[in-house]
């Protein structure tokens, strides 16, 4: 998050949504072509938790685009799908929490930005119940196949996301 706040005014977020769509596109395939068989639990690694958690915090302050470092890192470590989603929702309320002061300082709260949040609000609530009820539910394997298409699926749109803002800054 501090990265993402010392460069905002260098980093661009078209550029940061297209490296994280190839990223993210390039890690589902890689486990569908090559890992899929293998789906053994990778071990915990402290130096891989740091730089992917930086990345996603990085990723998540300059782009709102948090997410697929995130996955990239927790994903492979196979935890209960309860777990897994508990951590991230963990995880994203304290990088959000500490996005709350740099956002202020650059002026990100303005009317408009704040009336959008308190028009989704009431739709979190309904989210957040059928995201419990349906993780209590799901069996790891499908869990997973989701995970890893959803992976898939948002790089596809960075990539697009980005492309297109580049083309129509050129």
């Known amino acids: 998050v501090a990265i993402g706040w010392w460069t905002a005014a ?65 994903t492979p470590l196979r935890l209960a799908p309860r777990l897994f989603a508990g951590t991230m ?19 990100q709260f303005s009317s408009e930005n704040l009336l959008t949040s308190a028009v989704l609000l009431p739709f979190s609530v309904p989210a957040t119940i059928f995201g419990v009820w349906l993780i209590r539910r799901i069996e790891s394997k499908r869990f997973y196949e989701v995970v890893y298409f959803l992976i898939f699926a948002i790089g596809v749109f960075l990539i697009g ?10």
């Open 10 to 74: 260098w980093v661009g977020e078209e550029q940061i949504r297209l490296i994280l769509g190839v990223i993210s596109v390039a890690f589902a395939l890689n486990y569908w072509l090559r890992q899929r068989r293998a789906v053994h639990p990778q071990p915990q690694n402290v130096a891989k938790g740091a730089f992917w958690g930086a990345v996603s915090g990085f990723t998540s302050f300059v782009s709102h685009a948090g997410g697929p470092p995130y996955q990239i890192y927790v």
């Open 89 to 107: 929702v963990l995880f994203f309320f304290i990088v959000n929490a500490l996005k709350l002061g740099p956002y202020f300082f650059l002026g």
């Open 161 to 170: 996301e980005g492309v297109a803002d580049l083309l129509a800054a050129a």
